[in-house]
């Protein structure tokens, strides 16, 4: 299922791998999700004094093998069911599911020190965490997809790195573009504020929200084909030009948008006080320094400055 779930509701945040669990919830949550995962199952209840020790412990622990192991937490007060079947008898009782079976289990609160041991145990047994290799992979395959008109794929490629890794920039940043190329502005928007303080200033996270401030400026532009016919009437018309190319911008013609500013600057560098030059740099920051596109008009830039 894909975080995003292009198109559909607003975006949540990166799936988490902390979450409450139920009776009805067990199968999905558990027997399916460990057929790819190992997933840990904490019973307790909220009279229990030694549930309240393990429980911040073991989510940290957790927490740290960044999505190598997922944990659920079953309040047995609620849902005694799965507990019962399992022959849970005291409580904190700590499960550990992979392939769809139970593989170890133990009970009572235990330090740190013997959980993470236990964690770790876990995710050798699943082969241990991606590799940064895999993650590259997978990204590189994401920005594939994403430019080829996928978004859906893209983003449950990004969802997978992010389960790993939640603050990985560029799969954050990705997610945000999926849902733009879905136009879906606004939902956009909303999941970068959510961005983890850690990467609020990469450059992938720039990129993303100097995009997202440039599809704002272009939504009093008017049509591609009324600009077109305003240039015809008059190839003067610098505001007309500069609206084009902003207009090409918002459908996604980066080329087009880049031309028509680089024209505009040929014609009139200083018109409305540098202007479309002002607009290249804010296009360069949204496309990102490595862009094939941002380095080519670089250089045009230069060339038309410096000439």
């Keep these: ?25 067990f199968m999905a949550d558990v027997i399916e999700t460990s057929k790819t995962v190992p997933v840990i199952v904490d019973f307790w209840a909220p009279w229990c004094g030694p549930c309240k020790q393990l429980g911040p412990i073991i989510e940290k622990v957790v927490k740290a093998a960044r999505g190598a ?74 920005k594939q997809m994403l430019e080829e008109g996928d978004p859906q794929t893209a983003s449950e490629i990004y969802r997978q790195v992010l389960e790993v890794e939640p603050a990985n920039a560029p799969a954050y940043a990705g997610l945000v573009r999926c849902l733009m190329a879905a136009n879906r502005v606004d939902d956009a928007k909303a999941f970068l504020d959510q961005a983890p303080k850690e990467i609020a200033t990469h450059a992938e996270i720039a990129s993303v929200r100097a995009s997202l401030d440039l599809l704002d400026q272009t939504a009093q532009v008017g049509s591609v084909a009324d600009l077109e016919r305003r240039l015809a009437r008059d190839p003067d018309d610098h505001e007309a030009r500069y609206d084009l190319a902003m207009a090409h911008f918002a459908a996604g013609r980066r080329e087009e948008a880049v031309d028509g500013l680089l024209d505009l600057v040929k014609r009139d560098r200083d018109w409305n006080e540098q202007a479309a030059r002002k607009q290249l740099v804010k296009l360069f920051e949204a496309f990102g320094p490595t862009d094939k596109l941002t380095i080519q008009a670089r250089r045009r830039l230069s060339s038309l400055l410096f000439s």
């Design 69 to 142: 192991v997922k944990l659920v937490k079953i309040n047995t007060d609620e849902n005694p069911a799965v507990a019962g079947q399992l022959r849970v008898q005291s409580i904190p009782a700590v499960y550990a599911f992979f392939q769809g079976r139970p593989v170890d289990a133990f009970v009572g609160a235990l330090p740190e020190s013997q959980i993470k041991q236990w964690v770790d145990r876990l995710v050798g047994m699943a082969g241990g965490p991606p590799g940064a290799d895999d993650i590259e992979a997978a990204l590189a395959e994401a």
């Design 1 to 25: 299922m894909s975080l995003l779930n292009i198109p559909g509701a607003a975006p949540a945040a990166p799936v988490d791998v902390i979450k409450d669990g139920t009776d009805r919830s």
